[in-house]
């Protein structure tokens, strides 16, 4: 009260708790929002859907950019772009079991681009550590890797100096200098300490202006995420801190309330009309503002980065799903179909499976115009490898069909239709109960199961969908001409990372298990459809 009073005798008042710009009222006096009269040039996220972690290069004026993968297979997606926007992915750095041959959980990856020859670094958590793999088309096919076991932490970065010389850096900010022909190390130093946030990833080297640059993630993958930087005359250090970091944070008043958060892991390009860029990656929640279920998702913000000076993203260092910002002249990429008939020889280049898969269960050749899987013994509650394909989940309102036909001889089969997330998920499925072949919901969320009514089927195939509706799943199920029947609606937060826990999101696919023991019905898919509602 004492304060308030000083303040009104000075003639001064407190900040308001809006602001009005050009007789606009902003609410948030911090944010960044665009004005309702600005354009809306394009929008985050730029690539939807758990597509974590990213880290982008330039070579000319084209743009290639890659994304982490933990589990799923093929790993490390790469894709091209013109514009920074528009994006197509083109093949995956990882395809192969030779590459990886002791499981996959691939975490954060940095691409660099260096003398004709592209290079991917990341870490393999369950099998060999860091590692490299090179290639001179972006699209594949990359190299089998070079391992290096003296490199410790996580989410390594490669950094090719204007001398000729090479470095690795990784999340305990210990320098190397590495002969990129063979991954031979020299012995390591800290240069840096982060700046005070928790959970220290994805460090990135730039020089610019004399000065090396030393930029990293922190506060961890959720609300507190966060990019801090800091430079140093000489690459050995000392680094010292930007006064102004976090760079890029919606942890702030600035970013409350922004339907994206978690905003972070990022890597900054130049692009080819020398404007400067950051990718990062960063979560949108479902309604009830606590859970998300799409994964971290792919964005781009402008930086204005002076000479000797530090760089500044979008103003405030926030990012607005609507962004208002000048952008490269755009250059849209072809849609992808909503329907696959299964009429080819594999499947579409956005289709994973979980670890590697055994490829004796999947044919495209037994039946002609189908996807034929066989239910192997794993569930896909196990974490091993299971009879599964499917795509991420990129929109929060879609809808996803499949027709299945599907004769169980025993109580042991079932295939359907599944969302899938970390070993949870919720299936409309076929099964035989009783000799009797029906269809039902189950909904696995940890070791917790439940298992809607029965409705039994008549013979032939049928038609599975699920429709979500951003806070809610719905299964239905039809036959012939019939409409559709709603079986289940679902909460969409038990499939969310807050309640499943590790870093991916949501996929959409189908699957086949024996539930223990190898399936004698074959499961035959007839065609797949994913459609966005809004």
Not at 491 to 501: I, P, R, S, Y
Request: net charge negative; aromatic share 14%; proline share 6%.
């Amino acid at each position: 009260m004492r304060i308030l009073i000083f303040l009104l005798l000075a003639g001064l008042t407190l900040p308001a708790l809006a602001q009005t710009t050009n007789g606009i009222k902003r609410d948030n006096p911090f944010a960044a929002n665009p004005l309702p009269e600005e354009k809306v040039t394009y929008n985050n996220p730029i690539i939807p859907g758990f597509h974590s972690d990213p880290s982008i290069c330039r070579v000319g004026d084209d743009y290639y950019l890659i994304t982490s993968t933990f589990e799923y297979f093929p790993g490390v997606p790469v894709f091209h772009s013109k514009d920074l926007v528009n994006w197509e992915q083109i093949g995956y750095c990882l395809d192969r079991k030779e590459q990886i041959p002791n499981g996959i959980n691939i975490f954060a990856a940095t691409i660099r681009y260096n003398n004709g020859t592209f290079y991917m670094i990341t870490t393999n958590i369950i099998g060999g550590g860091n590692f490299y793999v090179t290639a001179t088309n972006p699209a594949g096919p990359w190299s089998d890797p070079i391992w290096l076991k003296d490199l410790p932490g996580i989410d390594p970065d490669l950094f090719f100096d204007e001398d000729g010389k090479t470095y690795v850096i990784s999340s305990p900010f210990i320098l190397s200098e590495i002969n990129p022909e063979t991954g031979e190390l020299s012995e390591g130093k800290k240069v840096w300490y982060g700046a005070g946030g928790r959970y220290s990833e994805g460090p990135h080297i730039y020089k610019k202006d004399g000065f090396y640059y030393l930029m990293a993630a922190e506060g961890g993958t959720e609300e507190a995420h966060s990019e801090t930087i800091a430079r140093s005359n000489n690459i050995w250090g000392p680094y010292t801190d930007n006064p102004a970091n976090p760079i890029l944070a919606h942890a702030n008043a600035a970013g409350q309330g922004n339907p994206i958060q978690g905003v972070g892991h990022a890597d900054i390009i130049q692009a080819h009309d020398n404007s400067w860029w950051i990718v990062f990656h960063g979560y949108r929640n479902i309604s009830d503002k606590t859970h998300h279920i799409l994964g971290r998702e792919t964005c781009l913000a402008p930086v204005v980065w002076p000479k000797n000076g530090w760089p500044v993203v979008n103003g405030n260092g926030t990012a607005n799903v609507n962004m208002t910002c000048p952008t490269l002249p755009l250059k849209p990429v072809e849609n992808k179909a909503e329907k696959l008939d299964f009429d080819t020889d594999k499947l579409p280049i956005e289709w994973n499976y979980v670890k590697y898969p055994n490829y004796n269960n999947y044919s495209f050749t037994e039946r002609e115009g189908y996807l034929r899987l066989k239910g192997a013994a794993e569930t896909m509650s196990t974490g091993a490898t299971s009879t599964f394909v499917g795509k991420r989940l990129s929109d929060f309102y879609f809808t996803a069909s499949t027709e299945l036909e599907f004769n169980p001889e025993s109580e042991n089969e079932e295939a359907g239709l599944i969302l899938l997330n970390n070993g949870s998920h919720f299936d409309v499925m076929v099964s035989n109960t009783s000799g009797k072949r029906v269809i039902q919901v189950k909904l696995q969320f940890g070791q917790t199961v439940y298992k809607s009514a029965v409705f039994e089927l008549k013979p032939g195939p049928v038609k599975l969908k699920v429709r979500g509706e951003k806070s809610t799943f719905t299964f239905s199920f039809a036959q012939g001409n019939e409409y559709y029947t709603d079986i289940e609606t679902a909460d969409a937060k038990f499939l969310a990372t807050e309640t499943v826990g590790f870093f991916t999101g949501v996929y959409v696919g189908v699957y086949a298990t024996g539930n223990g023991k190898t399936s004698a019905a074959n499961a035959d898919y007839n065609w797949f459809e994913y459609k966005k509602d809004k």
